[in-house]
């Protein structure tokens, strides 16, 4: 799984959970990273390729079925000040395109924050 950045960030800690489309689901951390990294709006990190600078635990991988959401929260600062920045995605019906990039309204672009 690659997910793109869109602020930039002083990061101190980034986490990937899944919450399967069921009832009474719960939220599952499936990989963390821990360390310092700074990133900006547009790069991408990939949860199976290690970060330098940061320490990374991985669970088992999720087997995404549409209607999961993956929430991926970066715990840090940003320039302005703001404290961490997060994203929830809910994967489509037809699953996870191998070429686009998945947004957290839904829409699926050719850019990583278009």
């Not at 986490?15 to 991408?44: H, I």
């Not at 929430?71 to 994203?87: C, L, Q, W």
Request: charge should be negative; glycine fraction near 10%.
């Amino acid at each position: 799984m690659e997910i793109g950045i869109c602020a930039d960030i002083e990061v101190e800690r980034v986490s990937a959970l899944q919450r399967p489309a069921v009832l009474f689901r719960t939220w599952t951390e499936f990989w963390t990273a821990e360390g310092l990294l700074t990133v900006t709006k547009g790069d991408t990190i990939a949860v199976d390729v290690p970060l330098v600078g940061m320490a990374t635990t991985s669970g088992a991988s999720p087997e995404l079925k549409p209607g999961d959401e993956v929430e991926v929260i970066f715990y840090g600062t940003r320039p302005d000040g703001i404290k961490n920045a997060s994203a929830v995605l809910v994967i489509p019906g037809d699953g996870l395109s191998e070429t686009t990039w998945l947004q957290s309204d839904g829409r699926e672009t050719e850019g990583v924050c278009d």
